[in-house]
């Protein structure tokens, strides 16, 4: 049957698009016209192509300033037809509320509905979740024209925008509630377009969503570990691998390891005395092993995670620095204890550590789409990537301007000249209509030196010579770290600029967005500001809003006419400036070193020169870049500083067998990284099997009646236990069941005498202490039977003594089912917490089958399923126990105080609790390296 409805809604699905597929014309003709008349643009006929390669499923390659944002409601308006949702999905809070308050007049007068969601709400979603409006007249001119309402009405919208982490995190919440009202993101995931989908599909794609919780106390042992990893040196004691970034003991090392426990009295009990007297560790104790895994995290903080580079240290907390962007991951913690190591390393305060509730990674939530395209500046690197995993062909674009020439609306010429005392080529296209010219993006090349140190002095001497001529300048920098010397090395020589840390997406667009005024200088680390055009002479909107602040205007409550007024001296400083710039050779990029990744670069690049604008690019490298310590082999990286000799520089053939040398280095690193998120998602893919088995079970508990699941757990489990235990001599020649079997089964059955159920209030979910229901005569009366008969008897009793339980909840007036549903969810989320951790041990030690000949994913594989269908049972079981054994007890009345107290605290949960518990509260949201 699933089978049969999975194949109806693929025939559904081609019918829909195939519908959708003759309302194109009309439908891009209607977004064309109505962009023209409310926001005064009109799409290019590329940007058309655009629209249609992505209604089609396609990942797209669009030059930087060509105009994503407009391409997008094409496709989105046609797919929102269909009534289903359609989801924007893009990198920041910034970008996704921008570009809704910039196409919301279109959708509007299209008819379509659009809302955005905003992660500021992680822990009370409805206080971050918009409709756009035109009418609406907002307290905060950011929010202009965005009426707050509540999550789930943002995804009743026909289109949604948002975060690639919004959108994960609902999922993950869908997953966790306790009744379909509380339900927000429609659970059919129909379309989606990706907006810098390299970033978000396969940068990003390492990083899982998580739900967490507060875990235990932190260990006491964490500072004494990190005081050893320091005392342990590299070469000697433990072996450093960059490229892989581990850490490995040496036999030296260990021996220092157990040295150091058998001068700890801390551990004295995992030492034992030799025949001789002398002193060893006890490596089969279980706890050696335990703090092993301690100073591996220790070692790891201490040797390969960097402060200022991995992370940086604010106001005493710890905060993750994004390795792709360089962002600060606020609130988000490393996982598998290496956040306390790291804080043990650092001296700040150990926090606890958190427990997964729920996760996913965004390889896995993105492929629950029905039907997904994107959109990006660099996609073609990543095109064998995007088509094995996500299914996505790329198509890349010509810029407007190379598709009006080759429309032969444009001619082009080139020549070479010397630029910069170089000879370069120089591209330029001519409108014979308008009379404008255009220009093609100049990069020069590469510039190499030995060390760090040479290669920042020319660098800063670069920025030096550009602002002279009072030409804009971009420096990318690939840490905070570099970020902030080169501010201080410009400030020291009385060069104004500002930087971005990616810290705040809102300011870091405002200042990229006027990066291209005329004296300029902006440092940006890693892709900060992605997503926003960069316009020569400066951006008039942000400059005339800047000027109105500066004056104290309340920009929500203008004068008539004041921001016409001081829009219109804004556009007349910018166009100005403007031509000043394209007379200086536009903005000019400085890359002072190159990524892992060529596209990062070629994003880098397309800062400069958008829409046919002049600009220019060169890159600085150096030896000691990281690039070329991780992916070159040293004994090269020996032989090129050699052959640089005291000029410290590469020139001429040099300098191109260098060119050479990091190219292949980055492949290298494109094709180490791509190996690590495959095999991260054929991982991955197991959990994610029983991740859709397990959320599937249990979306039938919130939605349907839960009196015939109980009543299928109870047969499925009576059936298991006859099979179980009627067996292996327990049933004779003729097929009766012996004495002895009986007795077994009757054993299984019945733990220990049942409670009655005092009045109404609370609920004690402790499992351990009450009976499950079995005839009294069973033990006489079950012998001779047949397993058949025997199962039978026993499913029926239990039955029966089901529908009293349902009876004497009801007569202290308790619905059975409310009562079953929370025991159920309650139970089973708890049994799942504990296969994800289980499931992540499995994981951390399976590479070392490979040493025994055994591929470790065919073992993970076979092991963890057998693990999910253990664990399947041990919840029916505990399901059981849990409705039969569960008591209620009425506020005021001691909780049980006649029975004998369980050697833990009993797990109760209130009617207070239940209510936190159904709404959230108290749940982290982190993505976890």
């Not at 509905?113 to 918009?130: E, L, M, R, T």
């Not at 907002?138 to 202009?144: E, I, K, L, S």
């Not at 200088?521 to 800047?546: C, F, H, Q, S, Y």
Request: with cysteine.
């Amino acid at each position: 049957m699933e089978y049969e409805l999975a194949e109806a809604r693929k025939r559904l699905d081609r019918q829909e698009q195939a519908v959708l597929d003759e309302l194109l014309p009309q439908a891009f003709a209607a977004v064309r016209e109505a962009a023209r008349r409310t926001i005064g643009l009109r799409h290019y006929d590329v940007q058309l192509l655009g629209g249609i390669a992505m209604h089609k499923g396609m990942a797209l390659e669009m030059r930087t300033g060509e105009g994503k944002t407009m391409v997008a409601p094409l496709a989105l308006y046609l797919q929102g037809l269909l009534g289903h949702g359609a989801h924007l999905v893009t990198v920041n809070d910034y970008l996704a509320k921008r570009d809704v308050q910039w196409m919301g007049p279109v959708y509007q007068t299209l008819g379509m509905n659009v809302g955005v969601i905003q992660s500021a709400g992680s822990d009370h979603p409805d206080k971050a979740s918009y409709r756009f409006d035109s009418s609406y007249k907002a307290a905060d001119d950011r929010y202009q024209h965005l009426r707050p309402v509540t999550r789930k009405e943002t995804y009743d919208c026909d289109i949604t925008y948002g975060t690639n982490n919004e959108f994960g995190f609902d999922y993950l919440r869908n997953q966790m509630v306790f009744s379909n009202k509380e339900l927000t993101q429609r659970p059919d995931l129909a379309f989606a377009v990706v907006d810098e989908l390299d970033n978000i599909l396969v940068d990003e794609a390492r990083t899982p969503l998580i739900i967490s919780d507060v875990g235990g106390e932190p260990s006491p042992y964490l500072p004494l570990f990190a005081d050893l990893a320091r005392k342990l040196r590299p070469g000697g004691d433990i072996n450093i691998d960059p490229k892989m970034r581990i850490v490995t003991l040496t036999p030296r090392g260990l021996e220092k390891f157990e040295a150091w426990i058998r001068e700890r009295p801390e551990f004295k009990s995992l030492v034992k005395e030799q025949v001789g007297g002398s002193l060893e560790v006890d490596w089969e104790n279980p706890e050696v092993i335990h703090l092993l895994a301690y100073l591996d995290r220790a070692l790891h903080a201490e040797h390969i995670f960097k402060l200022e580079g991995d992370y940086i240290i604010r106001n005493g907390e710890l905060i993750i620095v994004d390795e792709f962007t360089a962002r600060l991951l606020q609130g988000r913690r490393f996982s598998e204890g290496l956040h306390e190591a790291l804080e043990a390393k650092e001296g700040l305060k150990i926090n606890r550590s958190s427990v997964s509730l729920a996760t996913i990674s965004f390889q896995c939530f993105f492929r629950h789409y029905r039907r997904l395209a994107g959109m990006t500046g660099t996609a073609k690197e990543a095109e064998e990537e995007l088509h094995k995993v996500y299914h996505l062909p790329v198509l890349v674009l010509p810029t407007n301007v190379e598709f009006r020439t080759m429309q032969g609306q444009l001619k082009r010429t080139s020549h070479t000249e010397e630029r910069s005392g170089e000879q370069v080529k120089v591209v330029e296209y001519f409108d014979p209509i308008t009379g404008r010219t255009y220009f093609r993006r100049i990069d020069f090349p590469d510039r190499f030196y030995g060390d760090a140190r040479i290669k920042l002095k020319h660098v800063l001497a670069e920025i030096k010579t550009y602002f002279r001529q009072r030409r804009p300048i971009l420096v990318g920098t690939e840490d905070i770290e570099l970020s902030e010397f080169l501010a201080r090395r410009l400030r020291a020589e009385g060069i104004s600029h500002e930087v971005l840390n990616a810290k705040e997406h809102e300011k870091e667009a405002e200042i990229i967005a006027q990066a291209g005024c005329l004296g300029a200088v902006t440092i940006a680390t890693g892709m900060a500001g992605r997503g926003v055009d960069i316009l020569l002479g400066g951006n008039p909107e942000g400059l005339a809003r800047k000027a109105l602040r500066k004056a104290q205007k309340d920009l929500t409550n203008l004068e008539p006419g004041e921001w016409e007024a001081a829009l219109a001296e804004a556009q007349e400083q910018c166009a100005a400036d403007r031509e000043k710039v394209i007379a200086l050779g536009g903005l000019h990029l400085i890359g002072t070193c190159r990524q892992e990744s060529r596209r990062m670069d070629n994003q880098l690049r397309g800062r400069a020169g958008r829409q046919g604008d002049p600009g220019s690019t060169r890159f600085y490298l150096s030896l000691e870049d990281s690039l070329v310590r991780r992916f070159v082999p040293e004994r090269k990286i020996l032989e090129l500083q050699e052959a640089m000799g005291e000029k410290n520089a590469a020139t001429g053939k040099m300098g191109e067998f260098l060119f050479w040398t990091i190219g292949q280095a980055q492949k290298r690193a494109e094709g180490y990284n791509f190996d690590i998120r495959k095999m991260l998602l054929d991982f991955d893919e197991v959990l994610e099997a029983q991740r859709k088995a397990y959320y599937a079970s249990r979306q039938q508990v919130v939605s349907m009646e839960t009196q015939p699941l109980v009543t299928n757990m109870i047969r499925e489990e009576i059936a298991e236990l006859c099979q179980e235990h009627l067996s292996n001599g327990r049933v004779d020649k003729k097929g009766r069941v012996t004495k002895k079997g009986t007795l077994a089964l009757y054993q299984a059955l019945r733990d220990e005498p049942t409670l009655p159920i005092p009045e109404s209030g609370q609920f004690d979910i402790n499992i351990r202490h009450h009976i499950l229901p079995v005839p009294a005569d069973a033990l006489t009366r079950w012998a001779g039977l047949t397993v058949e008969e025997v199962a039978r008897e026993a499913t029926a009793y239990r039955l029966r003594a089901y529908a009293e339980r349902t009876k004497d909840f009801e007569r202290i007036g308790v619905k059975m089912e409310d009562f079953e549903r929370i025991v159920i969810l309650r139970i089973a989320d708890g049994q799942w917490v504990k296969q994800m951790e289980e499931m992540d041990e499995l994981r951390e030690g399976i590479s070392l089958r490979a040493y025994g000949q055994v591929d470790p994913l065919v073992a993970f594989k076979r092991e963890g399923t057998l693990m999910f269908q253990k664990r399947m049972r041990e919840i029916r079981k505990d399901i059981i126990r849990g409705i039969f054994r569960s008591t209620v007890i009425l506020p005021g009345v001691s909780a049980l105080s006649h029975l004998v107290a369980p050697p833990s605290p009993p797990d109760t949960l209130s009617w207070e609790e239940l209510e936190s518990l159904r709404s959230g509260e108290g749940l982290n949201l982190d993505r976890q390296g």
